[in-house]
């Protein structure tokens, strides 16, 4: 049986974790995460990452920078 949709479906909690890890990742580095980055942060394969960076449900505050291949920057 697969668990409902809303705060606890495993998706959404993916897509927390991504996300603070995406916050992280910049404010310490200074620039943006590569996918790679960011699933070795949050223990998932880039695969993982990049479908919940872009999936259906994904937060649209997410966007590739310029000039930088296979990262993402949160709008602020």
């Given amino acids: 049986m697969l668990p409902a949709i ?3 479906a495993p998706g959404r909690d993916s897509q927390r974790r991504i996300a603070r890890a995406l916050r992280e990742l910049t404010d310490e580095a200074g620039y943006p995460p590569s996918i790679r980055e960011i699933g070795d942060a ?4 880039a695969s993982t ?5 872009a ?3 994904a937060p649209r505050d997410r966007h590739p920078p310029p000039h930088r291949s296979r990262s993402y920057q949160v709008r602020r």
């Fill in 42 to 45: 949050v223990a998932l394969p």
């Fill in 49 to 53: 990452v990049a479908y919940q960076m």
């Fill in 6 to 8: 809303g705060a606890g």
């Fill in 55 to 57: 999936g259906p449900g």
